[in-house]
């Protein structure tokens, strides 16, 4: 009986270590592993400006003539 009691805490410890390990993985790809996209995350607490261009306008298409 004492060796079940044991597999259970040890899979407790198990889950919980696994999820702590998938987020310090999903912090460290955020903060180390996405400095050069465009709106890399900041633990600044300075306001970033960011500025958008408008879009361009849509490209004229010719409409082909009908052959005579």
Same mark, same amino acid.
């Given at each position: 009986?004492? *060796?079940? !009691? ?7 410890? /198990?889950?919980?270590?696994? &999820?702590?390990? *998938?987020? !310090? ?7 180390? /592993?996405?400095?050069?996209? &465009? ?30």
């Amino acid at each position: 009986m004492r *060796g079940r !009691v044991g597999r259970v805490g040890d899979r407790a410890i /198990g889950i919980i270590l696994g &999820i702590v390990l *998938g987020i !310090v993985v999903i912090l460290l790809f955020l903060f180390l /592993g996405s400095r050069s996209t &465009i709106d890399a995350p900041s633990l600044s607490g300075s306001p970033t400006q960011t500025l958008t261009q408008p879009a361009a306008p849509p490209a004229k298409v010719s409409k082909a003539k009908p052959p005579q």
